[in-house]
């Protein structure tokens, strides 16, 4: 378990709908990720939070945004949702206990858009 | 986008076998970990690096950052069946891509009992 608590597990929609995936970091840390992973693309970095602000933005298509609240948690907000958005969505955190750079992830949310 | 090149892409080997994989890419990295993933869950943490020609361990896995600071190595000694899985490589350049991990594509590994 590395600590990182990420709901649902699982979300099926339907094209056109949003929805909202939510991820609570290891406890003390101040950074969150979120990542994309599709058969197609592996791996892909989406954003960085630290302590609220945003700090890095990677290929996050306009339609995805995202926020880190006071108590540290985080919401990826998908819209317009279309087929190819299906994934699986990891958050990641890092900070405590360990180098900054050592991101641990949660259990991801599994997105199947129908 | 960034790209890391992972090789292999799969290994199929006999229990007590050693392992050997790597990552390369055309730009440098700071930073470079190794993840192992199994299916229905998240990456999971296993070696980090931070400086060229640093050698870490981790029980039975042992990995390598490389001279060039552009691929990193990762040997699994004695594999156990427990060792299935697909392991990433990732980096991380610093600057303003800070936080920023850029993944390889994976090698799947199978052990045969």
């Known amino acids: 378990d590395s600590g990182v608590t990420q709901t649902p597990k699982h979300l099926i929609t339907a094209t056109g709908q949003r929805v909202t995936l939510r991820c609570s970091p290891r406890?003390?840390?101040?950074?969150v990720y979120w990542y994309q992973q599709s058969l197609d693309q592996g791996l892909q970095f989406l954003i960085h939070?630290?302590?609220?602000?945003?700090?890095a933005k990677g290929n996050i298509l306009e339609r995805f945004s995202a926020q880190q609240f006071p108590d540290l948690h985080s919401e990826l907000n998908l819209s317009s949702l279309e087929l190819g958005d299906s994934a699986l969505y990891f958050c990641?955190?890092?900070?405590?206990?360990?180098?900054?750079?050592?991101?641990?992830f949660g259990p991801g949310t599994r997105l199947t858009v129908l | 986008g960034q790209q890391l090149n992972q090789s292999p892409q799969s290994m199929f080997i006999q229990e007590g076998e050693d392992v050997s994989m790597n990552c390369t890419s055309s730009s440098i990295f700071n930073t470079w970990l190794w993840y192992k993933q199994e299916p229905g869950e998240g990456p999971v943490l296993l070696i980090a690096l931070y400086k060229a020609g640093e050698l870490t361990s981790n029980g039975r896995l042992t990995a390598q950052f490389g001279i060039t600071r552009k691929d990193s190595f990762l040997n699994i000694s004695a594999s156990i069946p427990s060792d299935v899985g697909i392991y990433f490589c990732a980096g991380q350049q610093g600057g303003t891509s800070y936080g920023k991990l850029t993944f390889g594509q994976g090698t799947i590994l199978t052990v045969h009992p």
């Open positions: 939070y630290y302590n609220g602000e945003e700090r």
């Open positions: 990641a955190s890092s900070g405590v206990g360990g180098s900054y750079n050592e991101q641990f």
């Open positions: 406890s003390g840390d101040l950074s």
